[in-house]
């Protein structure tokens, strides 16, 4: 690894090489940038540019050891334009769409037009920043993030086609559930069934006051500084309070999990879905900034 590219990483993250162990930095850095290029035989990766992208999610919080750099490798790829590397997004990212979202029942032209919104939102930056794809990659979670992208968006283009509207609860199941992707752990049939229910009546309980705080965040993406101003509350309160209603949803369909007759040997893993799901969604991808009104 060239010094220009550890020169660029420093930059990107804030880390003052003099403050830190610069020779453990530079052999982790090297170590990723070795494992992307590696991962990635068809695609153009430039050790600088990887590097600069690898500091930025440093900067963002992820450290350097639990980054997954084959991920933001590809991602930077696609912000390129590299042809190769859109082809993989599509193929391994795009493609599983259709699937992810069948619980929806869209028409075959709905869902073509929810797969092209996803990839422009992911891929183009209307203010021409860094793509939400860049900003996303990094943690190892990419596909939950694109799923619960897409979600957001069928759920958008159900209400701008007059569709009927579903109740808020079911909309936020249906966003928070989609980083879980339960089929993953507890397979198809009853046990998906008992999950569902255990995490939608946990949603369901919520008081309406919390869930029409949730709503707004999760479902019409006010951010943090808009929530607090809606609710007249600081704005480390209003962090404070989506982090308690967070832990109240994976507490109630922990409770109700336990109740549900699920084998005791797979209720453990099915329970860290849920924490992982909930921290993904309200930690990650809705941590955006705010939108416009």
Not at 24 to 41: F, H, K, N, V, Y
Not at 45 to 64: M, N, Q, S, W
Not at 133 to 158: E, K, M, N, P
Not at 166 to 176: F, G, I, W
């Amino acid at each position: 690894m060239s010094t220009a590219a550890f020169d660029a990483f420093v930059r990107a993250c804030g880390v003052d090489p003099t403050t830190a162990d610069e020779a453990t930095s530079a052999s982790a850095l090297a170590e990723r940038i070795a494992s992307a290029t590696a991962a990635w035989p068809e695609l153009t990766i430039d050790p600088v540019a990887l590097a600069t992208a690898l500091g930025r999610t440093v900067a963002a919080g992820i450290a350097l050891e639990r980054l997954d750099a084959v991920e933001v490798a590809l991602a930077l790829a696609c912000a390129e334009g590299q042809p190769a590397a859109q082809r993989v997004f599509e193929s391994r990212y795009l493609g599983v769409l259709p699937r992810a979202l069948g619980h929806m029942r869209l028409s075959a032209d709905a869902l073509a037009e929810v797969v092209s919104a996803t990839r422009r939102r992911l891929l183009v930056d209307p203010q021409g920043g860094t793509p939400r794809l860049l900003v996303y990659a990094g943690r190892g979670q990419l596909q939950a993030l694109v799923r619960v992208v897409a979600t957001r968006v069928a759920l958008d283009l159900r209400r701008t086609q007059g569709r009927r509207r579903e109740v808020p609860q079911a909309e936020l199941s249906a966003v928070l559930l989609a980083s879980a992707d339960p089929e993953q752990v507890v397979g198809q049939g009853r046990k998906q069934a008992i999950f569902r229910a255990a995490f939608e009546a946990a949603v369901a309980d919520l008081s309406p006051a919390d869930r029409t705080l949730l709503r707004m965040y999760v479902i019409d993406g006010v951010g943090i500084d808009g929530l607090a101003a809606v609710a007249g509350i600081h704005r480390s309160t209003a962090a404070r309070r989506l982090a308690r209603i967070r832990s109240t949803i994976a507490a109630q369909t922990r409770a109700r999990l336990r109740d549900g007759g699920l084998p005791t040997t797979e209720l453990e893993s099915v329970i860290a879905v849920v924490d992982d799901g909930l921290e993904l969604t309200l930690s990650r991808i809705l941590a955006e900034p705010e939108r416009p009104a």
